[in-house]
């Protein structure tokens, strides 16, 4: 891998996934438009975008153009996006910076953020049923829906956000971390690969298990990345508020194995996503540097 | 109509939504439990099931078995219960009591409420992608689907109930608070029907227009009674608290028209309703019987 290549790789999906998500979000002119600025505001114009990333580079890996995917990229980042929103409230994890910018309750205001959170996990689904482009016909559509259902709900993302709030303050062991991750945001990181999986019908179960453990891994390489930035990286580069996660006494992998031994687990992860790629040629490279970019990430 | 056909239809829909959805809700043993519980307890035992009956009384028009559009109908009625946990949170209308009981963020707290009803609206998706007994092939399940997370978006339910926020304090005139409703509550009444008509692609449009029409009528007399409501019924009847929206200065029907024109609008539309069946023998009686019950409905 060169930086090169994944600096660019990165840069056209980060394109790629504002464009197709400035078209399927609904316009600001359109009432109600405060609804409207919220939904675009917070998921417009920021954000790592791993999940649409990891969709696109999976569509490359079995052999779809990246914008065939559009649809799925789309859906995964603003279930992404309406978790974030849900996720700062004053309830919740109650966050003033996002991305480095005010939370969406904070620049609107709570009600406005709850509706905008609800609103864009509806229009995810919209865009699936809808977006035109999506290969592999009505029943792997029906089945990538599934998929999002899943991943977002109470056995997957939502669940993980109430297993991390009831942690709060009490001490969990490894596997409960684990667990928490594995729901929280490993779900959704794994959705975004296999509901581009779906879109190949024709993809043998061996390739898709494979592909499903990459995501795997690198779900749990990138939160483990997370907890250990929380500690390192200033505020500024971190774009929310550094050293969060310490102060309000959470459990994290530096907290539960020690900061050299969390280095060691993700760069392991990583590792293993990379060897269960083995069968793929260059096509599965931008997989490869996605991984290599989660293992070397300092924001 | 009789009083008793209506009530046996109406308790045999209660019943019928009850068991499905016990069993299409995440069991209370499944972890997160505490998620699960709140999902149950918002749902379960109580309401009204407007939403519900209003899709068995269409399959029953359209010639199918009120069993196979269980689906749709916990589909429905989790939307909708999604939507009161969120409506009643402090941020938003910050009620205590509903249907009696207090509402989700106090019986259990305001993180577990938001998670909740989040978790409740992805259930709904992943409910009407699985349910086994929908009839109407892949193309008509995504059309549902398709419909289903319309009503409940920016541009349905969510945007419906932004609006309300938006009006409140401020003097709007009949038609901003038609526009209202026809969002917040009309929306997801009429997607319980349109849904069921997708479930019979062979259907024809007049007869599938006529019954949008139908609902469309009636999504709006329901809510001109629930505001006749708010002034007429006590607390104890309502399940809810009385006299809410004049205390918060909310536009009502009763307030903007006067109380007899309200009555006499709602009766109106139940009318209108009504013509809208002509074409259907005794098979459309249990939509007459809904129209009937929300002409008079006192709670």
């Known amino acids: 891998m060169t930086d090169h290549s994944l600096r660019s790789f990165l840069d056209a999906c980060a394109q790629r996934i504002e464009t197709a998500l400035e078209r399927c979000l609904p316009s600001e002119r359109v009432p109600p438009a405060r609804l409207h600025q919220a939904m675009r505001y917070a998921v417009l114009d920021g954000g790592k975008r791993v999940r649409p990333t990891l969709a696109y580079a999976t569509a490359t890996a079995i052999g779809l153009a990246p914008e065939q995917v559009n649809g799925i990229a789309c859906a995964v980042e603003m279930i992404h996006g309406y978790s974030l929103i849900h996720d700062d409230l004053p309830a919740m994890d109650n966050d003033d910076l996002r991305r480095g910018r005010p939370t969406c309750h904070k620049a609107f205001d709570e009600a406005t ?34 998929d999002l259902a899943w991943a977002s709900g109470s056995r997957g993302m939502a669940g993980g956000q109430m297993m991390d709030l009831e942690a709060e303050g009490r001490e969990i062991d490894l596997t409960s971390l684990e667990n928490i991750h594995i729901h929280k945001t490993g779900a959704l990181i794994r959705a975004s690969v296999r509901m581009v999986c779906r879109a190949r019908p024709d993809l043998s179960p061996d390739r898709a298990e494979r592909l ?86 300092n924001h």
């Open 212 to 297: 499903d453990h990459y995501a795997k891994c690198l779900g749990l390489a990138f939160q483990i990345r997370d907890d250990i930035l929380d500690i390192e990286a200033p505020t500024a580069i971190l774009g929310k508020t550094h050293g969060k996660d310490l102060a309000q006494d959470k459990a994290t992998y530096p907290a539960l194995m020690g900061l050299e031994a969390a280095r060691q687990a993700a760069a392991d992860l990583v590792n293993e996503a990379l060897d269960s790629l083995t069968p793929w040629d260059g096509k599965a490279d931008p997989l490869r540097w996605i991984a290599g970019y989660i293992a070397q990430r």
């Open 113 to 146: 953020a709850i509706l905008a959170g609800d609103a864009l996990m509806t229009q995810a689904f919209l865009v699936l049923c809808r977006d035109e482009g999506l290969p592999g016909g009505p029943q792997a559509r029906l089945a990538m829906l599934d």
